[in-house]
């Protein structure tokens, strides 16, 4: 079974400048979740789908966070304008059914420095 | 206060000897507590869950749960150099369902 695919791995931007984050959950899995994970803490929900609907993104910072999962299946997550204390792991993670976290899963995350 | 408080450590055990993480949470009506294992520049992988008062075991690790004291702990015996990383306590919030995270623990096993 494959797990849960992010892209691209790393990324290195200047402040102000935008960036977009890819993401294709586990086949099946209805449920999607971004978690922002800052050096030294565990990850935050920063936005939950189920299908390609919002469940929960009253951490996502609207004025410069955005994210959508069009078909229900794979889903973007941009920042524009970046600012520096956005430098952080960007987990993905997907699982079967809402709030189903014994078979959760997450990517490999990508890595932003903002510089 | 924190939802979900760990000790950041590290906490350094010799290979073979017993490690004890601890785990406390602020919602009383929190229902369902699990256990991942990150190791550096991976992502969370989920080794434990646990639901009722008391231990859970599998293999060389054992969760407990103390509802009454907000209280889970991971144990992990026998302890192996490949058992270094960061164990983070995840508590489901019985208020709002979501998943929220402690700072992780970065656990050390000397050889």
């Known amino acids: 079974e494959a797990g849960v695919a992010q892209s691209p791995r790393y990324k290195i931007i200047e402040k102000r400048q935008s960036v977009a984050f890819w993401c294709n959950p586990i086949?099946?899995?209805?449920?999607l979740y971004w978690y922002q994970q800052i050096l030294g803490q565990g990850p935050k929900l920063l936005i939950q789908?189920?299908?390609?609907?919002?469940?929960?993104d009253s951490q996502l910072p609207k004025d410069r966070f955005s994210a959508e999962r069009l078909k229900g299946v794979d889903s973007t997550l941009k920042i524009q304008p970046a600012k520096l204390e956005d430098s952080a792991v960007y987990l993905c993670a997907s699982s079967l059914g809402l709030d189903t976290y014994e078979k959760l899963f997450f990517g490999s995350g990508t890595q932003l420095s903002v510089l | 206060q924190k939802e979900v408080e760990q000790n950041s450590g590290p906490l350094s055990v010799p290979e073979g000897a017993i490690a004890s993480l601890n785990c406390t949470y602020s919602?009383?009506?929190?229902?369902?507590f699990f256990w991942y294992r990150q190791y550096s520049g991976k992502s969370p992988e989920l080794i434990m869950s646990?639901?009722?008062?008391g231990d859970k075991e599998d293999g060389r690790f054992t969760a407990q749960l103390n509802k009454a004291s907000q209280y889970v702990s991971l144990l992990i015996r026998d302890s192996q150099p490949s058992d270094s990383a960061t164990y983070l306590c995840a508590v489901k919030s019985g208020a709002t369902n979501k998943l929220i995270f402690g700072t992780g623990t970065l656990l050390a096993v000397q050889p």
């Open positions: 919602d009383r009506g929190s229902q369902s």
């Open positions: 646990i639901y009722s008062n």
């Open positions: 789908f189920q299908n390609n609907g919002v469940v929960d």
């Open positions: 086949s099946g899995h209805a449920t």
